[in-house]
């Protein structure tokens, strides 16, 4: 667990030692960040849903003001390979750089979201990726 200043987290967020990792990448070479979502399909109530809206319209200002853009975000419409509704979200973020997801994740607003997103979500898949997006022949 991580417990610091971003508060106390578990297997479902951030660990000390990732957060720690970050300040290790290349310090200006843009990064993406994947997010991978599977909500709490026991609240009947609907209180999932309602704390994942809390959390989209609270993050996506904050996003932009660190300068970071949602690459593509969208519902799990098929699994075509792999666990049968291992995810119900995916979102794709880039940051200009892994100090600014430095920034971005110890923000006290966006440590405020993620307790809201944790009403919603059951389990989170976090990676980084090196954007190597303009690298492929033809991009």
């Not at 809206?53 to 300068?67: A, M």
């Not at 593509?72 to 792999?82: F, I, K, M, N, P």
Request: hydrophobic share 45%; net charge negative.
């Amino acid at each position: 667990m991580f417990l610091g200043r971003m508060g106390l987290f578990d297997e479902i967020e951030p660990t000390y030692d990732a957060m720690q990792a970050i300040k290790k990448l290349p310090p200006d070479d843009p990064i993406i960040v994947l997010s991978l979502l599977r909500f709490r399909h026991d609240l009947a109530d609907g209180r999932s849903d309602a704390a994942w809206r809390d959390y989209q319209d609270g993050i996506g200002p904050v996003l932009t003001e660190y300068g970071a853009k949602r690459v593509a975000h969208g519902v799990v419409a098929l699994d075509l390979v792999g666990p049968k509704g291992q995810w119900d979200v995916v979102g794709a973020f880039w940051y200009p750089n892994p100090k600014v997801l430095w920034r971005f994740m110890s923000d006290e607003r966006v440590i405020d979201l993620i307790k809201i997103r944790r009403k919603a979500a059951d389990d989170v898949t976090m990676m980084i990726l090196t954007d190597q997006t303009n690298a492929f022949a033809g991009a």
